[in-house]
Antibody, heavy 124, light 108 residues
Framework: EVQLVQSGAEVKKPGESLKISCKAS????????IGWVRHMPGKGLEWMGM????????RYSPSFRGQVTISADKSITTAFVQWSSLQASDTAMYYC?????????????????WGQGTMVNVSS | SYELTQPPSMSVSPGQTASITCSGH??????VCWYQQRAGQSPVLVIY???KRPSGIPERFSGSNFGDTATLTISGTQAMDEADYYC???????????FGTGTKVTVL
């Protein structure tokens, strides 16, 4: 079974660091883009960025560049997103997702498998 | 950056047709996909490459994309279709996908 299993909920204080994970199984991990999505309470979905584990090509949304670091470890088929200094505004649900489809220009298109989400709560 | 605009909400009666629009500059030149997100759940892909349905998605979900507008149509809407729906397309300026603003569909 193809699945993405994310790490558990986190409660952090402002200024603390954090790294959450997305463990992939059931498919050839290096060859599919993994994206990260933020969902703030009461708001819409936002793409943070994505990574191609095969060569560690990483793309960041302009809003998230410099704010988070996306990485992957092929040896354990796991993708990560990390923060060096959390803020209260980082409180959100975070999802990872796999892209299996490409658009007509060869760009990663639709994401067919999603993790269950990791809730991050940042509060003093 | 590229922007995709959706109506914030809509309501539909059971058995009727719901049409959700997604607007963006020359959107018809891009491939569009749609996600359904029920309350408290992860998003689910319901349409990709404008009009294709992934395995397991009911035939009542269909899509189109022309000009500046893509449309997700739910025919014979059921109570289980009550959810938030997001369109998505590629933004060549950022080399990343972008979501639409999202539409909350209420079935009543």
């Amino acid at each position: 079974e193809v699945q993405l299993v994310q790490s558990g909920a986190e409660v952090k204080k402002p200024g603390e660091s954090l790294k959450i994970s997305c463990k992939a199984s059931g498919y050839n991990f290096p060859f599919y883009w993994i994206g990260w999505v933020r969902h703030m309470p009461g708001k819409g979905l936002e793409w943070m960025g994505m990574i191609y584990p095969g060569d560690s090509d990483v793309r960041y949304s302009p809003s998230f560049r410099g704010q988070v670091t996306i990485s992957a470890d092929k040896s354990i088929t796991t993708a990560f997103v990390q923060w060096s200094s959390l803020q209260a505004s980082d409180t959100a649900m975070y999802y990872c997702a796999r892209s299996i489809y490409y658009d007509t220009n060869g760009n990663p298109h639709a994401f067919d498998i999603w993790g269950q989400g990791t809730m991050v709560n940042v509060s003093s | 950056s590229y922007e995709l605009t959706q109506p914030p909400s809509m309501s539909v009666s059971p058995g009727q047709t719901a049409s959700i629009t997604c607007s963006g500059h020359k959107l018809g030149d891009k491939d569009v996909c749609w996600y359904q997100q029920r309350a408290g759940q992860s998003p689910v892909l319901v349409i990709y490459q404008d009009a294709k349905r992934p395995s397991g998605i009911p035939e009542r979900f269909s899509g189109s994309n022309f000009g500046d507008t893509a449309t997700l149509t739910i025919s014979g809407t059921q109570a289980m279709d009550e959810a938030d729906y997001y369109c998505q397309a590629w933004d060549s300026s950022s080399a990343l996908n972008v979501f639409g603003t999202g539409t909350k569909v209420t079935v009543l």
